[in-house]
Protein backbone atom coordinates (compact mmCIF):
# COMPACT_ATOMS: atom_id res chain seq x y z
CA UNK A 1 0.00 0.00 0.00
CA UNK A 2 1.00 3.50 -0.23
CA UNK A 3 3.06 5.05 2.16
CA UNK A 4 0.93 8.18 2.83
CA UNK A 5 -2.54 8.39 3.82
CA UNK A 6 -5.13 7.99 1.04
CA UNK A 7 -8.05 10.72 1.14
CA UNK A 8 -11.44 9.05 1.45
CA UNK A 9 -14.20 10.57 -0.82
CA UNK A 10 -15.61 12.13 2.69
CA UNK A 11 -12.85 14.17 3.23
CA UNK A 12 -11.46 14.91 -0.19
CA UNK A 13 -11.26 18.77 -0.93
CA UNK A 14 -14.41 19.40 -2.84
CA UNK A 15 -12.78 22.11 -5.44
CA UNK A 16 -10.01 19.81 -6.40
CA UNK A 17 -10.28 16.27 -5.80
CA UNK A 18 -13.74 15.74 -5.77
CA UNK A 19 -14.08 16.60 -9.54
CA UNK A 20 -11.09 14.29 -10.47
CA UNK A 21 -12.77 11.71 -8.03
CA UNK A 22 -15.68 11.77 -10.05
CA UNK A 23 -14.33 11.65 -13.30
CA UNK A 24 -11.84 8.82 -12.50
CA UNK A 25 -14.17 6.79 -9.57
CA UNK A 26 -17.68 7.80 -10.49
CA UNK A 27 -19.35 7.89 -7.65
CA UNK A 28 -17.04 5.14 -5.67
CA UNK A 29 -14.54 6.14 -2.65
CA UNK A 30 -11.77 5.03 -4.23
CA UNK A 31 -10.43 4.39 -0.65
CA UNK A 32 -13.04 1.69 -0.19
CA UNK A 33 -13.50 0.94 -3.67
CA UNK A 34 -10.32 1.21 -5.49
CA UNK A 35 -9.55 0.47 -9.38
CA UNK A 36 -9.34 3.38 -12.65
CA UNK A 37 -9.96 1.90 -16.08
CA UNK A 38 -6.56 1.19 -17.21
CA UNK A 39 -6.71 -1.15 -14.68
CA UNK A 40 -4.17 0.66 -11.77
CA UNK A 41 -5.40 0.86 -8.37
CA UNK A 42 -5.95 4.69 -8.82
CA UNK A 43 -4.68 5.70 -5.38
CA UNK A 44 -1.97 8.12 -7.00
CA UNK A 45 -4.52 10.23 -6.63
CA UNK A 46 -5.87 9.91 -3.09
CA UNK A 47 -2.54 10.09 -1.77
CA UNK A 48 -1.91 13.53 -3.89
CA UNK A 49 -5.56 14.68 -2.14
CA UNK A 50 -3.86 14.58 1.00
CA UNK A 51 -2.27 18.37 -0.51
CA UNK A 52 -5.12 20.05 -2.50
CA UNK A 53 -2.58 22.55 -3.97
CA UNK A 54 -0.24 19.99 -5.38
CA UNK A 55 -2.77 17.77 -6.70
CA UNK A 56 -3.87 20.95 -8.63
CA UNK A 57 -0.56 21.49 -10.03
CA UNK A 58 -0.06 18.14 -10.90
CA UNK A 59 -3.36 18.03 -12.53
CA UNK A 60 -2.60 21.04 -14.67
CA UNK A 61 0.78 19.47 -15.86
CA UNK A 62 -1.54 16.93 -17.70
CA UNK A 63 -3.63 19.03 -19.00
CA UNK A 64 -0.47 21.03 -20.41
CA UNK A 65 1.30 18.31 -21.90
CA UNK A 66 -1.91 16.91 -23.77
CA UNK A 67 -3.22 20.23 -24.84
CA UNK A 68 -3.75 20.64 -28.59
CA UNK A 69 -1.51 23.90 -28.33
CA UNK A 70 1.76 21.35 -27.68
CA UNK A 71 3.71 21.94 -30.96
CA UNK A 72 5.82 18.27 -30.06
CA UNK A 73 4.35 15.44 -32.31
CA UNK A 74 2.37 13.09 -29.44
CA UNK A 75 3.90 10.49 -30.73
CA UNK A 76 7.47 12.06 -29.62
CA UNK A 77 6.30 13.36 -26.48
CA UNK A 78 5.34 9.96 -25.23
CA UNK A 79 8.20 8.15 -26.30
CA UNK A 80 10.21 10.50 -23.72
CA UNK A 81 7.35 9.88 -21.27
CA UNK A 82 7.35 5.78 -21.43
CA UNK A 83 11.69 6.09 -21.72
CA UNK A 84 11.51 8.11 -18.47
CA UNK A 85 9.48 5.42 -16.34
CA UNK A 86 11.36 2.92 -17.54
CA UNK A 87 14.99 4.58 -16.97
CA UNK A 88 13.79 5.50 -13.54
CA UNK A 89 12.34 1.99 -13.07
CA UNK A 90 8.71 3.02 -12.48
CA UNK A 91 6.55 0.52 -13.56
CA UNK A 92 3.28 2.98 -13.33
CA UNK A 93 4.79 5.37 -15.44
CA UNK A 94 5.98 3.15 -17.96
CA UNK A 95 3.15 0.61 -18.32
CA UNK A 96 0.52 3.94 -18.29
CA UNK A 97 2.75 5.59 -21.33
CA UNK A 98 3.21 2.32 -23.18
CA UNK A 99 -0.87 2.42 -23.21
CA UNK A 100 -0.96 5.79 -24.41
CA UNK A 101 1.46 5.14 -27.34
CA UNK A 102 -0.36 2.33 -28.59
CA UNK A 103 -3.64 4.84 -27.74
CA UNK A 104 -2.07 6.88 -30.56
CA UNK A 105 -1.28 4.01 -33.13
CA UNK A 106 2.16 2.70 -32.10
CA UNK A 107 1.96 -0.55 -33.01
CA UNK A 108 2.92 -3.52 -29.86
CA UNK A 109 5.94 -4.51 -31.70
CA UNK A 110 7.54 -1.05 -31.47
CA UNK A 111 6.06 -0.18 -27.84
CA UNK A 112 8.09 -3.50 -27.08
CA UNK A 113 11.33 -2.55 -28.52
CA UNK A 114 11.51 0.70 -26.24
CA UNK A 115 13.74 -0.89 -23.64
CA UNK A 116 15.79 -1.68 -26.11
CA UNK A 117 15.79 0.98 -28.41
CA UNK A 118 19.09 1.24 -29.05
CA UNK A 119 19.80 -1.75 -31.07
CA UNK A 120 16.64 -1.35 -32.43
CA UNK A 121 16.05 -0.82 -36.15
CA UNK A 122 11.90 -0.03 -35.50
CA UNK A 123 12.26 3.35 -34.63
CA UNK A 124 12.95 6.40 -37.11
CA UNK A 125 15.64 9.33 -37.01
CA UNK A 126 13.27 11.49 -35.33
CA UNK A 127 12.17 9.07 -32.67
CA UNK A 128 15.89 7.54 -31.81
CA UNK A 129 16.63 11.44 -31.60
CA UNK A 130 13.50 12.23 -28.88
CA UNK A 131 15.19 8.14 -27.25
CA UNK A 132 18.72 9.73 -27.05
CA UNK A 133 17.58 13.18 -25.76
CA UNK A 134 15.59 11.52 -23.30
CA UNK A 135 18.40 9.53 -22.02
CA UNK A 136 20.07 12.34 -21.58
CA UNK A 137 18.11 14.04 -19.28
CA UNK A 138 16.66 11.21 -17.40
CA UNK A 139 19.65 8.92 -17.07
CA UNK A 140 23.07 11.48 -17.27
CA UNK A 141 20.85 13.88 -15.48
CA UNK A 142 20.88 16.46 -18.46
CA UNK A 143 24.30 16.13 -19.24
CA UNK A 144 23.26 16.23 -23.13
CA UNK A 145 26.45 16.61 -25.67
CA UNK A 146 26.82 19.33 -27.99
CA UNK A 147 26.79 17.04 -30.73
CA UNK A 148 23.36 15.35 -29.90
CA UNK A 149 21.82 18.80 -29.19
CA UNK A 150 22.67 19.94 -32.69
CA UNK A 151 21.23 17.16 -34.18
CA UNK A 152 18.06 17.72 -32.41
CA UNK A 153 17.86 21.42 -33.54
CA UNK A 154 18.41 20.32 -37.36
CA UNK A 155 14.84 18.44 -36.86
CA UNK A 156 13.21 19.87 -34.14
CA UNK A 157 12.24 23.73 -33.21
CA UNK A 158 13.19 25.33 -30.13
CA UNK A 159 9.25 25.20 -28.99
CA UNK A 160 8.95 21.23 -29.66
CA UNK A 161 12.81 21.16 -28.11
CA UNK A 162 11.67 22.72 -24.65
CA UNK A 163 8.38 21.16 -24.54
CA UNK A 164 9.85 17.67 -25.32
CA UNK A 165 12.60 18.62 -22.23
CA UNK A 166 9.94 20.24 -20.00
CA UNK A 167 7.71 16.93 -20.52
CA UNK A 168 10.15 14.62 -20.16
CA UNK A 169 11.58 16.00 -17.19
CA UNK A 170 8.23 15.88 -15.51
CA UNK A 171 7.83 12.80 -15.79
CA UNK A 172 11.44 12.04 -14.34
CA UNK A 173 9.49 13.38 -11.24
CA UNK A 174 6.38 11.80 -11.42
CA UNK A 175 8.55 8.08 -11.99
CA UNK A 176 10.61 9.35 -8.83
CA UNK A 177 7.91 9.90 -6.73
CA UNK A 178 5.59 7.16 -7.70
CA UNK A 179 8.87 4.75 -6.79
CA UNK A 180 9.27 6.97 -3.23
CA UNK A 181 5.74 6.64 -2.34
CA UNK A 182 4.98 3.42 -3.62
CA UNK A 183 1.90 4.72 -5.48
CA UNK A 184 0.09 2.12 -7.95
CA UNK A 185 2.28 -0.21 -9.65
CA UNK A 186 5.37 0.60 -8.14
CA UNK A 187 4.16 -0.15 -4.63
CA UNK A 188 6.29 -3.03 -4.48
CA UNK A 189 10.01 -4.03 -2.77
CA UNK A 190 13.00 -3.01 -3.59
CA UNK A 191 14.59 -6.33 -5.76
CA UNK A 192 18.09 -5.21 -4.87
CA UNK A 193 18.97 -6.55 -1.41
CA UNK A 194 21.11 -8.76 0.29
CA UNK A 195 21.21 -12.74 -0.60
CA UNK A 196 21.92 -14.93 2.61
CA UNK A 197 25.04 -16.74 2.36
CA UNK A 198 25.09 -20.43 3.55
CA UNK A 199 25.40 -20.98 7.60
CA UNK A 200 28.50 -22.52 7.57
CA UNK A 201 30.04 -19.50 5.33
CA UNK A 202 32.59 -16.93 6.58
CA UNK A 203 33.22 -13.97 4.81
CA UNK A 204 37.03 -14.62 5.29
CA UNK A 205 35.70 -17.50 2.53
CA UNK A 206 36.40 -15.18 -0.55
CA UNK A 207 40.09 -14.42 0.90
CA UNK A 208 40.72 -18.50 1.25
CA UNK A 209 39.36 -19.46 -2.31
CA UNK A 210 40.60 -17.12 -4.19
CA UNK A 211 37.41 -15.92 -4.77
Known amino acids: MPRLREIPRDEADTEVALPL ?36 HAAQGFGYYRNPARQIDPVLRELGQ ?4 YAVGSQFVFSQHCKSLRGLGVSDEKIAAVPTWQTSELFDKCERLVLAYADR ?45 RTEFDDRDDPIVEVAAPEDFSARDFLDTGR
Not at 40 to 56: E, I, K, Q
Not at 82 to 85: D, E, F, I, N, V
Open 137 to 181: LVTHRGRVPDALFAELKTEFSDVEILELTYITCLYDMHAVMSKAL
Open 82 to 85: TWAG
Open 21 to 56: YKLLFGERDPVTDPGTDTGTPGDWWTVFANSPDTLR
